[in-house]
């Protein structure tokens, strides 16, 4: 079903959980795939190790600084000389209730939250769409969450960053459309990654099971796959389009 040979693909967050799955999705179908990291360079190094195809690069980078965000892309070109996809995937989620915290803390979960998960993707959408003008085209796929919509009590400064990001993709979309560049975005709901698992097996657990009627929260590999259409040639009229793989747990019309 997938086709992606020959490729140039860079994931955000590819180390672990969704990303991982996302980088392994596009290598067993033929990409070449950057694997961008913040911090935990065995996990990184260990992913490209095992990856199938050749030539698959780790970049360290913390892309909510911009300095390391351009650093993210332009490393990424020097060595593959083109890039043809872009998945922003890293992103971080605080617990800061505003009945519970204080202010300075009220105030670095917004700040450490908003660079990561809408600054930052913007900057890797500026640096990537730059060269993909050049290029005639590309694609851009942006992972926000169901939270975007559902609202957020005890994080809003994540449900805040993730519906910023799905605005600015969408602006993107309408922007570059007229340079061939697709933009789109994957919105899960839980997700069975190491993140959550403290949560998935403590007392919360099978009531987050039960928000979806399937009984479940989603594998990292459903999402991949979601990422994967998108970024299939052939999908270009669905530029601007918000995929909603939340199992149904949350619905909207």
């Known amino acids: 079903m997938f086709e992606f040979k020959a490729k140039k693909v860079l ?15 596009f290598a067993m179908n033929g990409a070449q795939v950057s694997l961008v990291y913040r911090k935990e360079q065995a996990l ?43 998945i922003n995937n890293a992103g971080m989620y605080i617990d800061h209730p505003i009945a519970d915290v204080n202010f300075d803390d ?6 450490s ?12 959408c500026y640096h990537a769409a730059k060269h993909m003008i050049k290029k005639g085209g590309g694609k851009i796929i942006n992972i926000s969450s169901r939270g975007a919509n559902r609202g957020e009590p005890v994080a809003p400064a994540y ?14 979309a309408v922007a570059l459309a007229p340079y061939n560049i697709f933009v789109g975005v994957v919105a899960p709901g839980w997700v069975d990654t190491d993140m959550v698992t403290e949560f998935l097996s403590g007392e919360e657990g099978d009531a987050i099971r039960k928000q979806s009627p399937l009984g479940r929260v989603a594998t990292p590999e459903e999402i991949a796959k979601a990422v994967l259409m998108l970024s299939m040639d052939g999908m270009e009229y669905a530029t601007g389009t918000i995929l909603d793989v939340n199992g149904a747990s949350y619905l909207r019309s």
């Open 11 to 25: 994931v955000t967050g590819a180390s672990r959980g969704i990303g991982k799955a996302i980088a392994q999705g």
């Open 44 to 86: 990184a190094d260990n992913l490209r190790n095992s990856l199938p195809g050749e030539n698959h690069i780790c970049v360290r980078s913390d892309v909510s600084v911009s300095e390391e965000a351009q650093y993210a892309v332009s490393e990424t070109l020097d060595i593959f000389g083109s890039l043809d996809i872009v």
């Open 159 to 172: 449900g805040a960053s993730k519906s910023g990001l799905n605005s600015m993709s969408q602006s993107l």
């Open 106 to 111: 009220w105030q670095d979960a917004w700040q």
């Open 113 to 124: 939250t908003i660079n990561t998960n809408l600054i930052g993707p913007a900057n890797i």
